[in-house]
């Protein structure tokens, strides 16, 4: 299977903390994709990086890659309440653009 | 942004019927759109992928005949779970990926906000 696995399940920290989930996947991929669910809601994409890329960054979010491992984090800094939800790495590959296969989701839980 | 929508949010059928679910881009054009279905607590997983104008293409193990996927615009992508039964009951999730992207090369979703269904 394609689909990525994140670790932890669950996490809770403070606010102002940190945040670090990370994602293994088995198979060769185009790139990876961390998005974000509210309960009960929809995804949001909050980031994709390609596989020839090792960093990215959007605002207070880092992705890293490390394709020999497999692996990817994504990092919160300095979270918020808000940032509250399910967190899902989401790989890309294959010859059809845009099959997405999604792992279980770190839930991440920010108490004020 | 882009958005897309999906109608209806949630829906309580008995079980025989019928259930139909749209999934439509407000805002931009999308010749594929992707269907998703997540139990709770667990991950999306992929069912088919809508063409627009042509036929769907379902992941291995879902049956094409119980979930008809039917995508007759750029804009509109529709999922119908026929003769529902209680074990379908989950939340689907559509995806759509605009066009102008496709043609960048690049993999972009943008979801819809969910459909509930409750099989009874």
């Known amino acids: 299977s394609q689909q990525g696995e994140e670790d932890p399940q669950a996490l809770s920290i403070q606010e102002g903390e940190n945040a670090t989930m990370n994602c293994s996947y088995k198979?060769?991929?185009?790139?990876l994709q961390w998005y974000r669910q509210n309960s009960g809601r929809g995804l949001v994409h909050l980031i994709l990086i390609r596989s020839n890329e090792r960093e990215k960054h959007s605002g207070r979010l880092r992705v890293t890659l490390d394709t020999s491992k497999k692996s990817s984090s994504l990092l919160i800094t300095a979270s918020r309440a808000a940032d509250t939800a399910s967190y899902f790495c989401a790989t890309g590959a294959g010859s059809t653009l845009g099959r997405l296969y999604f792992g279980r989701g770190t839930q991440l839980t920010v108490w004020p | 942004g882009a958005v897309v929508s999906q109608h209806p949010s949630w829906v309580i059928c008995k079980s025989g019927t019928s259930v139909k679910i749209e999934c439509r881009s407000l805002?931009?054009?999308?010749?594929?759109m992707f269907w998703y279905r997540q139990f709770p607590k667990q991950s999306l997983m992929l069912m088919a992928t809508?063409?627009?104008?042509?036929?769907?293409?379902?992941e291995q193990g879902v049956e094409k005949d119980k979930f008809l996927i039917n995508h007759a615009s750029l804009t509109l992508s529709t999922l119908t779970v026929t003769s529902a039964h209680p074990e379908d009951s989950s939340f689907y999730i559509c995806s759509a990926q605009p066009l102008a992207d496709m043609k960048q090369n690049t993999d972009t979703q943008y979801f819809g906000p969910g459909t509930r269904l409750t099989v009874l």
């Open positions: 805002d931009f054009q999308a010749t594929t």
């Open positions: 809508s063409n627009e104008g042509s036929k769907a293409t379902y």
């Open positions: 198979t060769s991929i185009n790139n």
